[in-house]
């Protein structure tokens, strides 16, 4: 075969090209310096392992390595970012790890119904209902549909029918409030799991109306813009969305009372600025992730008290219940054990609310 | 390791090849050798020990062999030989399957061992085999080095995942083989694509297919594309790895023979296994079924021996009765188109002919890919909605719909059009310019993309920050 010029070009360039490529990013992987964590996903990135003949015998070093090595890829994020463009636009996969863009908006696909998480929440939630409350109680809950819910009909979808009936038939003594129709995909952030603050007057006024405290809340709030937002999913799925953006809803009611959080021991507002410079800015509304928190409001001249279980989603809707109560206390169960509540929590004469999202409900395993 | 793998393309990779390529040429097999027990070593720290001891045991035979020719003794060696290796194999892939089976079938309650299937046994075996074979047949020279042995056995290019390179087709290349751009171009070439076949495609249908075994709400058409799919994924893993094999040995200026030639094209199982993992066929064919006769002595003797190498073939895939059953089915096949219906399946149209391939091909591959003879049986009557469920469902409808591309992709790349096309490009001057510019642009493209997959691996994401 005639040896063409062109092929040897073709073969200097293909050989040089390789050779040249895996051995600088090889030198680039060895020489940066390691990122300690990823904002994307939100966990501390692999470091390079310690080196010991018991792990190297059992696999863990090589385990260990691998990741180290998958980590601090030098320009992860963008090789990431590669591998999404061409699942979404070449291969034109409808969903990348469950995540899929819908109008703008980073939706994850929650399917299939977990059946067993359904009544595992719903144990747990009677056990309480059977060792901490009474007559003197009036119970209610409420379930917040995931964005997944109000997306289109070509995606999966759980039960979510088959979710409320469950939980509607198997929680004992208590009224459920159904806030499904009070809301649509524009009430929740773009880019992240929940739902936006200055969208959920028409769910509290419905909460408040069933739960009978809406003629308490009379002053009116206003509607204050703090930052911009990238929620969650902002790195998780690497392609266009629309800007978010936290706003609070506040007025002399909230800005005057405190939370008083169990953990930390101090007192902090309800909306916290300070988390502003934080890697999750929703954690605004009453400082994130907390076991157990009370907001007081000492404008109260009746004492009232309301005692909500509740997930993240809590944080932002509770603080527009705050002037119809003297003392709201907001209880996450993923990180505080049930048993330990009795000696913490007076639950005498108070009203509870116990609000989850469908997320949770799904996922309900982390509920202690 | 695995070569779609980080730590294989931008670690070790790189360091081996420069330090092949700047140290002189007498060291090359020793560099070789070194990399290759390294690569074996990061895998399989343990078991290390039991490949270089059997491949001793195999040098030291052979050498006898080879001094005691006109010996009797020479038997008892060649017996040791193949015993040993061929013992450690049973010891560490059947012996717990036999275990569990005698239990069984017997109510006993003997020892289970539990061993860990040391990585490449099964290739590294029959690699072993086929040599100490060759030496006693006088088929090649008894190789005097043991370094040079332990290259060919422990070569990395092929010692995870084959293909099963007999010592003949690299005995020269152990001493004196080309190292060229030409070569070294085409060898990157192939390792790229090779690449590019089992991180995007295959893996991707290998996702597709955990989903199908996950899902609760299957259907009819489910069940087919899942075992179209898993054909396909199986197709692409094993011909991806042997291109990837082949590329890496021609980096290094060996030479290996092709192990997968468009087997779906078939219009016969017998043209299929020609076409599927040639180096395992041609292995069997050479070193089992023509030393018990093959179809030279009667009727009878070829049943045999036609049963014996597809039971065997079953079972060199696994410990498991749906190997077993899997290598028999062919082996049920192939019988019936050598003795009933050959002439018959001549005068068949070529499309029917693929159709009726590709059907027992999707059949044997859903039973090779199931957990246990249970399974595989609910996979297959699933096909035809024996187990009530609906033909098709709105999950089936999603699934399809993101696979789609992948699965066209896959069945057009799994023909020789793709490479029709580009021989039919090159046949044109100006085209071919066109396309020895592109194809460099090609190679690292895929790298790229490949990188990008392999990267998202270790994605894990968190609802909150976790520390």
Known sequence: ???????????????????????????????????????????????????????????????????????????????????????????????????????????????????????????????????????????????????????????????????????????????????????????????????KQENLKKVSDKISSEMNFKDRIVTTFEEKEITDFNGVYTGQLQVKTKQDTIKVLTNEIIKNSKVYNFET????????????????????????????LTIENKSVKIPKKLIVFRDSFGSSL???????????ILIDTRYIATKYLKDLVEFENADVLFIYSTLVINNSASLK | MVFSSISFIYYFLPCVIILYYIIPKKFSNLILLI?????????????????????LVVYFCSLFIDRYRDKKIKKLIYILGLSIPIGSLFVFKYLDFITVNINTLFQTKLQVLELALPIGISFYTFQLLSYIIDVYKGNVKVQKSFIKLATYVSLFPQLIAGPIV????????????????????????????????????????????????????????????????????????FSAYSDMAIGLGRIFGFHFLENFNYPYI??????????????????????????????????????????????????????????????????????????????KLDKVPNVFRRIYVLFFIMISFIIFNSPDMNTAI??????????????????????????????????????????????KIKEHKNIKKIKNVMEPIFIIAMLIIVTGYLVDNSFNPFLYFRF
């Open chain 1, 1 to 195: 075969m005639k040896f063409d010029m062109s092929d040897k070009i073709k073969n200097i360039t293909i050989s040089i090209l390789f050779i040249f490529t895996i051995s600088v990013v090889l030198i680039m992987n060895i020489v940066k310096k390691d990122n300690e964590i990823s904002i994307a996903e939100r966990r501390k990135l692999a470091k390079f392992p310690e080196l010991s003949m018991e792990k190297f015998y059992n696999g863990e070093l090589r385990e260990q390595f691998d990741k180290y090595t998958m980590d601090q890829f030098v320009f992860r994020d963008n090789f990431r970012k590669i591998k999404a463009f061409v699942e979404l636009n070449l291969f034109r996969k409808k969903d990348i790890n469950n995540l899929y863009e819908y109008n703008g908006m980073i939706i994850k696909q929650e399917y299939p119904l977990n059946e067993k998480s359904v009544e595992n929440i719903v144990d747990k939630i009677n056990t309480i209902n059977e060792n901490y409350l009474n007559e003197s109680n009036d119970v209610y809950y409420t379930i917040i549909p995931d964005k997944n819910y109000f997306a289109d009909e070509k995606y999966l979808k759980m039960d979510y029918s088959k979710l409320q009936e469950k939980m509607n038939n198997k929680l004992i003594d208590m009224k459920y409030i159904n806030i499904f129709e009070c809301l649509n995909l524009e009430d929740f952030y773009y880019t992240d799991t929940h739902w």
């Open chain 2, 266 to 343: 078939s219009k016969s199982i017998t043209e299929f296994w020609r076409r599927w993992h040639i180096s395992l066929g041609s292995w069997f064919k050479d070193y089992v079924y023509i030393p018990l006769g093959g179809n030279r002595k009667g009727k009878f003797i070829l049943l045999r021996n036609i049963f014996i190498v597809w039971l065997l073939t079953g079972i060199w895939h696994g410990a498991n009765w749906t190997f077993i059953t899997w290598g028999l089915m062919f082996g049920g096949l192939l019988t019936i188109e050598k003795f009933l219906i050959k002439d």
């Open chain 1, 265 to 292: 021991k101090k007192y902090d507002d309800i909306y916290n600025l300070e988390k502003v410079k934080s890697g999750d800015k929703y954690d605004i509304y009453l400082s994130g992730a907390t076991p157990l």
């Open chain 2, 35 to 55: 990399s290759s027990i390294c690569f074996y070593v990061y895998g399989e720290p343990v078991y290390i020990f039991l490949m270089i001891s059997t491949t």
């Open chain 1, 318 to 328: 509770v603080p527009l219940f705050t002037e119809a109560y003297s003392e709201i």
């Open chain 2, 166 to 237: 007999r010592y003949q087709t690299i005995e020269e290349e152990l001493d004196n083989r080309e190292h060229s751009l030409e070569n070294f171009a085409y060898g990157v070439t192939r390792f790229v694509i090779g690449l590019a076949k089992k991180v995007l495609i295959a893996n991707s249908l290998g996702q597709f297919c955990n989903i199908f075994l996950t899902i609760n709400e299957k259907s009819v058409i489910f069940y087919w594309i899942y075992g179209i799919s898993y054909s396909l994924q199986i197709y692409y893993d």
């Open chain 2, 378 to 423: 609910n996979h297959i009557i699933g096909l035809f909605g024996v187990n009530g469920e609906k033909l098709i469902n709105g999950e089936t409808i999603y699934y399809l719909r993101s696979y789609f591309i992948i699965i066209v992709a896959a069945i057009i790349g799994s023909t020789p059009l793709i490479n029709m096309c580009v021989k």
